[in-house]
């Protein structure tokens, strides 16, 4: 089984930073895409941000200069280091991999529960 779990939510005050952390445990032979995604109140899931395995990155523009995605390949972990945070930012983030779990599997598309992130005005 593959697992995704993320931690580092919480509530801030606008202009605060916070880390996600976003771990995959289990049995996999590789992991490629690693991203980040928001769900808000009312609203669809959208994009934040993803970090492919070679570490190219791609952010949405509502995040560009204030975000910023990393990973550790040897951890099978992704961050996002998220600054400067606006009201607008408060949304549950859910992280999700990419993975194989053995040579003879496809890739398929794992997801977390989401950790809740909220900034106060």
């Known amino acids: 089984q593959v697992q995704v779990v993320e931690s580092g939510g919480g509530f801030v005050q606008a202009g605060e930073s916070l880390r996600l952390s976003c771990a995959v445990s289990?049995?996999?032979?590789?992991?490629?895409?690693m991203g980040w995604y928001r769900q808000a109140p009312g609203k669809q899931r959208e994009l934040v941000a993803v970090i492919s395995s070679d570490s190219t990155t791609n952010y949405a523009d509502s995040v560009k200069g204030r975000f910023t995605i990393s990973r550790d390949n040897a951890k099978n972990t992704v961050y996002l280091q998220m600054n400067s945070l606006k009201p607008e930012d408060t949304a549950v983030y859910y992280c999700?991999?990419?993975?194989?779990?053995?040579?003879?599997?496809?890739?398929?598309?794992?997801w977390g529960q989401g950790t809740q992130v909220t900034v106060s005005s």
């Open positions: 999700n991999a990419a993975a194989r779990r053995t040579v003879l599997h496809s890739t398929a598309l794992y």
């Open positions: 289990g049995s996999t032979f590789s992991i490629g895409d």
